[in-house]
């Protein structure tokens, strides 16, 4: 009978612990569920400041987030791109890798890691993750995976490839302001002036960036006054 008593209280103690650690196991992944959702809403917050040009605010928001939800992609991709904006782009680069460590597949993660990694002329890098985009067909923005790739190409002297990918985008947008002013320097080197003419002056006219804008135009008065003399 003593030995049956035993056996019950066992029996009984194993029964209270597991419905003990069921507990605990739920309220565990409730807890995780209420950092995330919270984590989301500084995300969230974080991105409203981007957009008023509220980027100190912003960063805050965001180290908040990533403190809640450290596994979160979306987050340390944002924080790399406000960081971008700031041109601290080597404190970005950390953050575009822990975000490629989570999700190594995304091509726009990996694609603006590259614009990154090419403002700091580290070509062999960008280059590697953009032959990886081109391959990407999902990519809804192909235009830009061929142009990171026209771009980290050049200043490797592949040159050839970076001719062909910027051509490619120029058979899909013959306005694209980078292709035009990029192959136009191609060409004039190669000494393809009437060609170089051509594109230079589309870029002029078509860029819509301020920066890309000027250097076109600048470009089009030499070679003008080269033309003419």
């Not at 993660?109 to 700091?120: A, C, G, Q």
């Not at 790739?149 to 058979?171: C, D, H, N, V, W």
């Amino acid at each position: 009978m003593e030995y049956g008593k035993k056996l019950a209280f066992i029996f009984s103690s194993f029964v209270t612990m597991q419905l003990f650690l069921g507990c605990a196991s739920i309220d565990s992944a409730s807890s995780k569920k209420d950092q995330a959702k919270t984590a989301r809403h500084h995300l969230d917050l974080a991105q409203s400041l981007l957009q008023s040009n509220r980027n100190p605010e912003a960063l805050t928001e965001l180290k908040k987030a990533l403190l809640l939800d450290p596994l979160n992609e979306d987050i340390h991709h944002q924080m790399a791109l406000a960081l971008m904006e700031r041109r601290a782009y080597r404190q970005a680069v950390k953050y575009f890798q822990s975000a490629l460590e989570i999700n190594a597949t995304s091509t726009e993660i990996r694609n603006n890691f590259i614009k990154t990694l090419l403002s700091l002329k580290q070509h062999k890098l960008a280059y590697r993750l953009a032959r990886k985009s081109v391959v990407d067909l999902t990519y809804p923005k192909p235009i830009e995976s061929h142009y990171l790739l026209a771009l980290s190409a050049g200043p490797l002297g592949r040159l050839e490839e970076s001719e062909r990918y910027f051509k490619k985008i120029l058979t899909q947008d013959k306005n694209h302001c980078g292709a035009n002013y990029h192959l136009s320097k191609s060409y004039y080197k190669n000494k393809k002036i009437k060609k170089s003419f051509v594109l230079l002056n589309r870029a002029s006219q078509f860029c819509v960036a301020t920066d890309d804008k000027l250097k076109a135009q600048k470009a089009l008065i030499v070679l003008k006054k080269k033309i003419n003399r």
